[in-house]
């Protein structure tokens, strides 16, 4: 591994003062061991900036790419490759971008399906680097998507009550389902699931009356499980069933509810803060309310997230908290942590205005001297000695040079044995100040310009950016429930556990805010690293490397096993149709490495090999790389989300995107591919039935890595195909294709037999060289009854003889590279195009994910605006080389 050096992490030590004598072994073992994480193993983050948040199927997803390291989070030198994956509303995974990473930037997109599922989809960015720290720095975010052609069915449930019987929880519910227009359903059958993971709970039907409502109960063991939804299902007609999932609230008794001192300790006789946190299982915030018994004027409730705290000063060593919830008829007990009746506690005082944080610590008995450092994301800013005065030491850390961020205040004994820790959120003033200036009017079609300027005080500082705009009845500014770059690189990719709607503590600097982030800082831990770890001097385990482009690693093997065994030799790769030669060696254990290749898309790669015993008497074989989530828990809404506006313009955009699409996207109907290989001839020769209405083939998908079944492959991929995965199943329905008598699924061919879906499932998509697709009653009359509902045929590699083998010391694979990122089409209507004539209702006007401001912080850009927005919502993120963040919002009416 390159060795990082941040030379600035010295000179911003030197501005702080350490009141120690540098013979002192545990505060020079401290330095050391900071000094050696920030050089040897900086910590990675990335962060993606979305052009919006709330989506209808078939659109495209922009994102750009900001990756960030070490503790002053810089543009990272480190990895040149980020991986971005995209889950659906079950969690299950879609589509993998490896994206290429130039100065910590870059770029990419996903296309939701255009006939994929509703609800929450999930992301997650990395690097390779990342891994060893843990999964929980990788980047997550959540996007809300709609069907814009669908409304037919919009439940809304209301639980009344919840509450707890013999392990059980049970609900008492109100339903009322409507259309998009608001029609009820009067009179239907509704189906309706509990489902947890892949674990169905409960079902029955439910019977609407004439207002489309219904009032039941129904009761669920009452186990944590880390999520649970409601399944709720209309038959729109014979052949097709609209679902809607809703998130199930959980009891009282599920709630994890924690009491915790200000530092982690508390004292009998001491005046003390106690927060406390209460969430589900899934991580959402709970509502409580209650008293501790026995202490006047205690009662308390949760504020926002779920967070809260009590003040008072302790007598005795046990305290027991009574809660209660909204919804709920139970009450539960929950017991304090114990207060010592010796030991120190702390109180921290961040004045915003302040120049110091403040540090008071008081105790009762003789701890001796004490030790307090202080750190943000390792950079050790300040260290002193120090012991009691009449059980009294305070501190005040000058906060004039330290980067905004979660400031660790920790207190030690002399030998080490940590006593408090407490987090503090620092905001100083090293945000970019950026100004964005607009020209042009509202009027549709007229062209638009806007001028960044990007500084830092009153100095220029020039940056890179991404810059939505978007028409603001469309989309609407979500970034305190989603979060921003400032909340993501400087609070939640630092704490355990999630932050609730991580944007609220963001969006300004008044007080009740900021004692609202002080609760957060209370109740999440620091994850980075312990004091035991720091004593103990242990660092991440090293086991995935900085990537500097795709990395391709193998093994050699002799063909027939002898005693000798392998040599080692030399080893070389063809990129493509000589995109790149590269050669390497490998020795006797056959272990190859091509690292910091850079490609795009999918290629071929023939790699070829000699060895120096067994020469050309070797196989060859190369490592698929793995996804490292196959599946995500799911995530559902608290309620069924229409966003009307966004609808409203759903038939125009998607008509614009498909009109307006690059050859690369073209609908799969629409492309017919000439067999250019005696692999793709062999596949032809070998379809008994003909080419389908589609043809999909799996390793001309970006990102195809990812797959983990075929059915994932076909999702979205085909108009009028609608996939459903459930667990270890699936289920295809084909829109206009079908008969009653002969059930609802298509028939599966593997290979020109016939065969049951759940077989087709456990078919390793890298097997795979095409799936047909036939949907034309014309088409699939070949294939008599059976045929009615469509035909999936898929042909595996091997089933004709073919597959990627290793011949003569020779091998030729397909091997996925960066994703080609597609540029967002953005019309000129001072131009004469063909594309003047469609009816522009597009919800984001202008993206663009890399802006360069020059010398002096400036960049002009410029755009048009459609036929409807009369309203412009601009949002702009980005940071400096030196890792200072900005970010500006403006409405322009």
């Known amino acids: 591994m390159p060795r990082f050096t941040f030379r600035v992490i010295m000179a911003v030590l030197c501005l702080f003062p350490f009141c120690l004598k540098a013979q002192d072994d545990l505060p020079t073992q401290i330095q050391n061991y900071l000094s050696a994480y920030q050089e040897e193993f900086p910590v990675e983050k990335a962060y993606l900036h979305l052009d919006k948040h709330t989506f209808t199927l078939g659109e495209d997803i922009w994102f750009s790419a900001y990756l960030v390291a070490g503790g002053i989070q810089v543009p990272s030198p480190l990895s040149k490759t980020l991986y971005v994956d995209f889950f659906d509303g079950d969690g299950l995974l879609l589509s993998q971008r490896i994206i290429e990473i130039e100065n910590g930037r870059g770029a990419g997109e996903f296309q939701i399906p255009r006939y994929g599922k509703t609800g929450l989809y999930q992301i997650k960015a990395y690097t390779s680097w990342m891994r060893n720290f843990g999964e929980e720095y990788f980047f997550e975010q959540y996007v809300k998507v709609v069907d814009g052609a669908g409304g037919s069915f919009l439940p809304q449930v209301e639980f009344k009550s919840i509450s707890s019987e013999a392990g059980k929880a049970k609900y008492e519910v109100e339903l009322v389902a409507v259309s998009a227009t608001g029609e009820p359903l009067a009179n239907q059958v509704l189906q309706l699931s509990a489902i947890a993971g892949q674990e169905q709970l409960y079902q029955q039907q439910v019977q609407l009356n004439v207002q489309g409502q219904a009032s039941f109960s129904f009761s669920i063991p009452e186990k944590d499980h880390p999520e649970q939804h409601l399944e709720l299902s209309y038959e729109e007609n014979p052949d097709y069933i609209v679902t809607q999932k809703i998130q199930l609230p959980y009891t009282l008794n599920q709630v994890d509810i924690q009491f915790l001192p200000e530092g982690g300790n508390w004292v009998q006789g001491k005046k003390a803060t106690v927060a406390f946190r209460a969430i589900y299982p899934d991580g959402s915030p709970a509502q409580i309310s209650g008293l501790i018994e026995g202490v006047e004027e205690s009662s308390f409730e949760s504020q926002f997230g779920g967070l809260g705290k009590i003040t008072f000063t302790p007598e005795k060593a046990n305290y027991t908290a009574l809660v209660k919830s909204p919804n709920s008829n139970v009450e539960r007990r929950i017991a304090l942590p114990e207060a010592a009746q010796t030991g120190l506690t702390i109180q921290v005082q961040n004045n915003p205005d302040a120049s110091f944080i403040s540090v008071f610590i008081q105790g009762n008995g003789d701890p001796g001297e004490l030790l307090l450092f202080s750190h943000i994301r390792g950079l050790l800013n300040y260290m002193i000695q120090g012991t009691l005065t009449n059980g009294v030491w305070g501190v005040r850390i000058p906060k004039q040079n330290l980067p905004s961020g ?24 090293d945000r970019l100040n950026l100004n964005v200036e607009s020209k042009g009017n509202l009027s549709p079609r007229s062209k638009f310009q806007l001028e960044l300027k990007s500084s830092s005080g009153d100095t220029p500082s020039p940056g890179s950016f991404s810059i939505a705009v978007a028409d603001a009845d469309q989309v609407k500014e979500e970034s305190l429930i989603h979060g921003t770059i400032f909340s993501h690189l400087l609070l939640t990719s630092d704490l355990q ?3 609730y709607q991580p944007g609220f ?20 831990g620091w994850r980075r690293f312990t004091v035991p770890e720091i004593l103990e001097e242990k660092f991440p385990e090293n086991g995935f490397y900085i990537e500097q482009g795709i990395t391709i690693t193998g093994q050699v093997k002799e063909q027939i096993e002898t005693k000798k065994g392998l040599g080692g030799g030399k080893i070389s790769a063809l990129i493509g149709d000589g995109i790149e030669l590269v050669g390497s060696e490998y020795g006797p254990d056959g272990k190859f490495v091509f690292s910091g290749l850079n490609y795009q898309d999918s290629v071929s790669v023939t790699i070829t090999a000699e060895d120096q015993r067994a020469k050309n008497y070797i196989d060859l074989s190369v490592e698929q790389p793995k996804p490292v989530f196959p599946s995500l828990l799911g995530r559902y809404p608290e309620k069924i989300i229409w966003p009307e506006e966004l ?50 083939e799996p390793d001309k998908i970006p990102g195809s890595v990812g797959f983990t079944n075929i059915f994932q492959m076909i999702q979205g991929r085909v108009a009028g195909v609608r996939v459903s995965i459930n667990g270890n199943g699936a289920s295809v329905q084909i829109r206009g294709v079908g008969s009653i008598q002969a059930g609802t699924e298509p028939l599966y061919l593997l290979d020109n037999v016939p065969v049951d879906a759940s077989l087709l499932f456990t078919i390793n998509p890298r097997d795979v060289q095409s799936i047909d697709v036939f949907k034309d009653p014309a088409r699939t009359a070949i294939f008599g009854s059976q045929g009615a509902n469509g035909v999936i045929a898929v042909y595996t590699k091997t089933g004709a003889g073919i597959s990627y083998q290793s011949v003569g010391g020779t091998l030729v694979v397909q091997y996925g590279g960066y994703h080609a990122s597609r540029e967002f089409y953005s019309p000129k209507y001072d131009q004469v195009t063909p594309q003047k004539a469609i009816t522009d209702q597009r919800a984001t006007l202008f993206w663009n994910p890399l802006v360069e401001t020059d010398a002096n912080g400036q960049a002009s850009l410029e755009f048009f605006n459609s036929d409807l927005a009369k309203r412009h919502l601009i949002i702009i993120e980005g940071m400096d080389s030196l890792g200072r963040l900005g970010r500006t919002v403006k409405l322009i009416e």
């Open 406 to 429: 979660i400031n660790t205040v920790t207190v030690l004994k002399k030998d080490g044995t940590p006593l408090l820790e407490r987090l503090i959120f620092v905001q100083n003033g």
């Open 497 to 499: 556990g999630k932050v």
């Open 505 to 524: 503590y963001f969006q300004n600097q008044e007080p009740a805010t900021l004692e609202q982030l002080d609760l957060v800082m209370m109740t999440h």
């Open 647 to 696: 609808v409203a313009t759903y038939q125009a955009r998607t008509l614009m995107q498909q009109i307006t699409a690059e050859d690369g996207i073209t609908d799969l109907e629409g492309v017919t591919i000439e067999a250019q290989t005696l692999q793709e001839e062999a596949t032809t020769a070998r379809k008994f039935y003909g080419e389908g209405d589609a043809s999909i």
